[in-house]
């Protein structure tokens, strides 16, 4: 019998480093130390390090099974359980923990709504975009140019018409490059060369 043959079938994903690290200083760091040279982890953070360890792997059921193991989550975690299923493109399960995460009554922020709409342009769901719009304005977000660009992109890919995306972009206070070409993409999407051309015309006499 070879050696090849003892090895199990099973599929082992090992511990990341960073994980494995951590663990071993807070069992071996005595619990009072003055100018301790490494700051253990929480059980949070050491969680949410594997959720995300493992997303980028493509493991999505094992980084489910930790997030569903877990006692306690923060906001950083459940952004990184929505950011996880949207870079592998399971853009529904993205918007199924986005909800989830509403019912727990743990308030979003910037980095949660960034993820969530690039969940709803892959979903192609103008239900979806609406609600998502309408909590960035609960929560605060209108104003941040960063949630705002994401909303034109989302507009801009999924709506019939560029009238969402253009409203947008007429509100914002401040326009950086990403507004603009958010709005060319828009119109480039849907294949009107006239309207790029005139936001790329606009775009030049105000920088210039």
Known sequence: MTSRKLLPRTHFNPIPPIIRNSLHCSQEQPA????????????????????????????????RKVFDEMSERDVVTWTAMIAGYTSCSHHSSA???????????????????????KACKGMDSLLCD???HGSTVKYGMKGSIY???????MYGACCVSMD???????????????????LITGYTHRG?????????????????
């Open 32 to 63: 009072a130390q003055s100018n301790p040279p490494f700051f253990s982890k929480g059980p949070n953070l050491l969680a949410t390090d594997l959720i995300e360890s493992y997303f980028q792997k493509g493991s999505v059921k094992e980084a």
């Open 95 to 117: 918007w199924g923990v986005f909800c989830e995460m509403f019912r727990s009554d743990m308030e979003p922020n910037a980095f949660t709504f960034l993820s969530v709409l």
């Open 130 to 132: 609406a609600l998502v």
């Open 147 to 153: 949630v705002e660009n994401a909303l034109m992109d």
């Open 164 to 182: 969402d995306a253009c409203k947008v972009f007429s509100e914002l206070h401040e326009k950086n490059v990403v507004s603009w070409t958010s």
């Open 192 to 208: 009107d060369g006239y309207g790029r051309l005139q936001v790329f015309r606009q775009m030049l006499l105000v920088s210039g």
